[in-house]
């Protein structure tokens, strides 16, 4: 199993500023994935990061918009940048900690943009 | 590349009756399947997942799944709920073999038993 951390565990944004979002998980892991949760709406994965490379994003989310850090096996960074109200949403941070496990989730980050 | 479909976005049931929330994936390689639930204004729980062996899963809180490879699906079901099972429910997949692989969600469905 694996326990995760996140921190701010909710904000309130000004329109055009960026909130970084901490991840830190009680073992170490390969890969830390990010998902967006907007109100009333399913996850939607942004990026797996992988430490000692850049992470990879899925479509629609670029890393000018939602930069990522992984400087070690344990932590993660998300950075919602130059955000707007369409940015209001929970992001969750999440692990596998091996092949034939489930994922693991943070308790999110309840982001209001206004 | 995979995918989820919930089939029913929001199912309304009364206390005690049976319900079954359905999912069906599309992948072209082995997958491993997931439920979670989530309540109001709470994270992520797991209530069961199939990976290999037996395709009836059993998981917590009396519910239970079928992984049907053929009709590439994976229903949950409970043979009588409780106002407390009121909740949003989640199907996910991953493909299964490789390390890390993220999962993937579906849409939801609510649950909203009443009495």
């Known amino acids: 199993s694996a326990v995760i951390s996140q921190k701010p565990s909710r904000d309130i944004c000004q329109r055009g500023t960026s909130l970084t979002i901490q991840c830190q998980v009680d073992s170490q892991v390969t890969m830390m994935f990010w998902y967006r949760q907007q109100p009333g709406q399913s996850l939607t994965l942004i990026a797996t990061?992988?430490?000692?490379?850049?992470?990879?994003?899925e479509s629609g989310f670029v890393i000018d918009k939602f930069p990522i850090s992984r400087p070690n096996l344990t932590f993660s960074t998300l950075t919602v940048s130059n955000m707007s109200p369409e940015d209001s949403s929970i992001y969750l941070c999440s692990v596998r900690p091996g092949i034939h496990t489930e994922a693991f989730f943070g308790q999110g980050t309840r982001l209001t943009v206004v | 590349a995979q995918s989820v479909t919930q089939l029913d976005s929001q199912v309304p049931v009364f206390e005690e009756a049976p319900v079954e929330l359905r999912c069906n994936y599309s992948?072209?390689?082995?997958?491993?399947l997931f439920w979670y639930v989530q309540y109001p204004n709470q994270g992520l729980q797991l209530l069961l997942k199939?990976?290999?062996?037996?395709?009836l899963v059993k998981g917590i809180n009396g519910f239970e799944a079928e992984f049907n490879k053929s009709q590439t699906s994976f229903h949950l079901r409970k043979p009588s709920v409780h106002i407390s099972d009121t909740a949003e429910y989640f199907c996910?997949?991953?493909?299964?073999?490789?390390?890390?692989?993220?999962?993937?969600f579906g849409k939801g469905t609510t649950l909203s038993v009443s009495s």
């Open positions: 992948s072209s390689v082995s997958v491993y």
């Open positions: 990061a992988n430490q000692g490379s850049e992470a990879t994003y």
């Open positions: 996910a997949v991953s493909e299964g073999y490789q390390a890390g692989t993220a999962l993937i």
């Open positions: 199939y990976l290999s062996g037996s395709t």
